[in-house]
Every structure is written in structure tokens, then in C-alpha cells.
């Protein structure tokens, strides 16, 4: 996972070019018929039902036919093949066609459960324009919509290239692809709804597979931790909800169709407590999350900085500890730059985009225990940091994670003797903090 939000050039391949290839074509013969033959089924089996409906904005009957954008239209299928074999590793081709896999599969499942159709009937056209559109029809079919899955597959695909182009070959990427996008709108294959579902099915694929770092789904185990159940049962329960109103509200609205996402962010958020941990938020060393968790969280990570807001607004946002420690709710640019270091334990908060000075995020999941290795590494990072000036140790309110490794760092270092007396100093510093079982124990 890049270090950054921004796109990172493409790396010196450490692998005999040749076996990338070899990868990429493997991939690329099963994936090929896999999408003819999953993408036909569902055609198929679509205009087999009696009725098929659709979802369209009154709006969309004033969006024109333009036909010779079927030309960009149809060159994400050279990208789609492009992409897996101008790669830098197998492990790279590995990943791109995970994503590509669980577009597909996700896509076509949406087609089979709920088809929808377009309405739009297409004028006559000649030339290049008229022979790509017989093409096309030659195996497309009106039913496959929502999500749509070359939406997908151009987030997808633009994510990859961003990250391997700079200066004007990438601000060509970006307006190639607006077109690309756009062009399912004015070839009239899509309707609206499809280009949002399909971009968050983009972004949930890159999500569960990114470019480096940990699989979130990787080492998955089931929590044993009775806390940690309850939480994410509710997690879950706030998904489903969510996900009920978009299926009862979209015979009213297709406007509610946009709690899918607040239900997608939920229901990563309880994978996280069910047994996943810090890993799903996709935060680096450094604070910065990646481009899919910062996209399909930001529901969730908006009602956290609200819940920031509610309990700390009459609060302080920092108090000093001792020694040029200061203990505090999760920093703006602005707070945050009155520090040389932020030690930052809230897994679930995103670095702010122009925070100065040097940060170090050690994830941990709120309202659990802090993991003792992560609480180790969180206290050991203290020393070094007061060398190099005045130090923030926060996660979301301040009252817990950041306290807790307050309070074992005051132990180690002999600031305090006991762990009850590095709460009874914390306490005097006038806020509030709630430490786990063993930082409460009586003097």
C-alpha cells in the first residue's frame, strides 16, 4: 500500500520479465471466458423473465446519443489486457486480476438476483461507430446494469495506471478515462444508477485487493473477545438497516439506493471487530490510508469525526502530561502542527491531508484492549519522539487508547511507580480517561 494518497511511480522489476507474462496470460485465458460465459448466463437468464425492470431519472431522456463514443467506450478492453501484462511482479498480476475477478463475480450476482434493463433504444449508426456497436450487440445484451460492471472495471483500471504515470501522460489517463466513463451514459448502455453502483463495486475490489500491503481478509480469525463480538454484531446490525432502506426505499426513490454505501462502510467496520482488526482501514506508518478505504469509509469515518466533535467540543483538544507529552483527541492540520511528532493510535481516522511534521500511527480498534505488542511499540516510539520536540499522543476522543499508552509509557520510563498512579496523574491533567482493567488497579 503506498506511504501516500498520491500516485507512486512504477518500480524496478525484480522478476524475469517473461514469467509476468506468463502470469498475466494464464489469468487472462481463464478470466476471458469466464466473463463471456458468467456476463451471457445472466443475459440469458435475464430475458427469461416476463418482466425486467429498470431504474431511470427524468432527467437522462435529455442525455444525447454521441456515436463515436463507443470508440472509448471499447478500449477498456485493450486496457483490461494492457494492465495485467505491463505489470512489475506476479504478485502484482496476482492482485489486478483478484480485482478484476471480484468485479465480475460480484456484478454478475447483482444481475442474476435483481436485473434491471435499459430503455434507451439506439438510432442507426455507420462507419467505425456502427460496426463497434454490431459488435457489441453481437453478445451484450440490456439486462446487466446495476452495478455496471465497466464502471468497475475503469476504476479498476484507472487505479492501476495512476499509479505508474506522471505529469501530462497522466492527466490524458484521467481525461480518457472521464470519457470512458461518460461513454456509457451518451452510447446509451447505461443509466445513471449504474455509474455509482459500479464505482463503489470499483473501489470495494480494490479495497480486497490492494496494490501492496496486507489482504484484509488475510490471517481471518473469529474473535474470542465477548466485547469485541458485540460490536461488531452491531456493525452489522447498522448495515443491514442501512442495506433494508435502500431495498424498501428504492420502490419510492432511487435516491435511497445511496445507503448502499453507509451499509458497505458498516459492514467493513464489523469484519474488522469480528476478527479482522486495524488492517481493514488500510492506514500506513505514516497516518495515510489508501485511496479504496478512504472512498468506501468515508461514511463511516464521517460519523467518527461527528462523534469527535460531540464528546470533546467542550474539551480541551490537548493537555499537557509531563515532559513535553500531551495527551488529546485526534488533531486538525492545525493542532497537529504545534507538535513535532503525533503519535497517533485511531485506526479508523485518516491523517488530515496537510498535516505537518513527523506522524506515526500504531492502528488500534476503539473501545477494545490495545493489543500488547501494538501497545509496546506505541510506548517504545515516545523517547525518540520528545528528542525531536513537543509530542501529541491521541486516537479519537483521548480518553482510552491514547491514555493507555500515556500511562504504560509514564511506568516504564519511572514517571510513575504504579499503574494507579499514572492514572491519578493523568486524572489531574482535567481529562477524562478511561483505562482498561490492570491501569486501574488500587495503589
Known amino acids: ?114 436485473p434491471l434493463t435499459a430503455t434507451f433504444v439506439r438510432p442507426e449508426t455507420s462507419g467505425l461507430p456502427g460496426f463497434l456497436f454490431a459488435v457489441l450487440g453481437g453478445f451484450d445484451k440490456p439486462f446487466n446494469q446495476a452495478p455496471s460492471l465497466h464502471i468497475a472495471l475503469l476504476v479498476i483500471i484507472w487505479d492501476h495506471w495512476r499509479q ?26 447505461h443509466h445513471f444508477i449504474d455509474i455509482p453502483t459500479g464505482a463503489l463495486l470499483g473501489f470495494f475490489a480494490l479495497w480486497v485487493f490492494p496494490a501492496r500491503g496486507e489482504l484484509p481478509f488475510a490471517g481471518f480469525r473469529t474473535t474470542a473477545d465477548g466485547k469485541a463480538r458485540r460490536l461488531s454484531l452491531c456493525y452489522a446490525l447498522g448495515a443491514a438497516l442501512a442495506l433494508a432502506g435502500a431495498s424498501i426505499g428504492v420502490l419510492c426513490s432511487a435516491a435511497a439506493l445511496c445507503l448502499l454505501w453507509p451499509s458497505l462502510a458498516l459492514a467493513i467496520v464489523a469484519f474488522a471487530y469480528a476478527g479482522a482488526g486495524p488492517k481493514v482501514f488500510q492506514k500506513t506508518a505514516d497516518g495515510h490510508v489508501s485511496l479504496a478505504s478512504r472512498i468506501l469509509l468515508w ?11 460531540a464528546w470533546t467540543r467542550k474539551l480541551p483538544p490537548v493537555v499537557a502530561v509531563t515532559d513535553g507529552v500531551f495527551l488529546g483527541r485526534f488533531p486538525d492540520a492545525a493542532e497537529a502542527d504545534r507538535f513535532g511528532t503525533v503519535i497517533d493510535l485511531a485506526a479508523e481516522l485518516e491523517r488530515p491531508r496537510d498535516a505537518p511534521g513527523r506522524w506515526e500511527s500504531f492502528g488500534m480498534l476503539d473501545l477494545l484492549p490495545p493489543p500488547a505488542d501494538t501497545l509496546d511499540k506505541a510506548v517504545a516510539a ?62
Open 1 to 114: 500500500m503506498p506511504t501516500s494518497a498520491e500516485p507512486q511511480p512504477l518500480s524496478a522489476s525484480t522478476e524475469p520479465y517473461g514469467r509476468i507474462v506468463v502470469r498475466a496470460a494464464l489469468w487472462l485465458a481463464l478470466l476471458a471466458p469466464f466473463f463471456y460465459s458468467t456476463y451471457g448466463f445472466a443475459n440469458w437468464l435475464a430475458s427469461t423473465r416476463d418482466h425486467v425492470g429498470s431504474i431511470v431519472f427524468s432527467w437522462e431522456h435529455h442525455v444525447p446519443f454521441i456515436a463515436w463514443t463507443i470508440v472509448p467506450y471499447w478500449s477498456i478492453n485493450l486496457f483490461y489486457g494492457l494492465s495485467l501484462l505491463l505489470n512489475d511482479s506476479r504478485q502484482g498480476v496476482d492482485r489486478l486480476a483478484g480485482r478484476y475477478l471480484t468485479a465480475q463475480v460480484v456484478a454478475v450476482s447483482c444481475f442474476i438476483l435483481f
Open 164 to 189: 505508474r504515470l506522471g505529469g501530462t501522460i497522466l492527466r490524458l489517463w484521467h481525461a480518457w478515462c472521464f470519457l470512458i466513463g461518460a461513454s456509457v451514459l451518451t452510447t446509451w448502455q
Open 299 to 309: 461514511p463511516y469515518r464521517l460519523g467518527a469525526r461527528i462523534n469527535v466533535w
Open 382 to 443: 515516545i523517547e525518540p519522539a520528545r528528542r525531536q520536540g513537543m509530542v501529541l499522543v491521541c486516537c479519537a476522543l483521548g480518553f482510552q487508547r491514547s491514555a493507555a499508552v500515556i500511562a504504560e509509557w509514564l511506568v516504564a520510563t519511572g514517571r510513575s511507580h504504579t499503574p494507579a498512579q499514572a492514572r491519578k496523574q493523568l486524572a489531574a491533567s482535567g481529562r477524562p480517561v478511561h483505562l482498561q482493567v490492570g491501569l486501574d488497579e488500587p495503589a
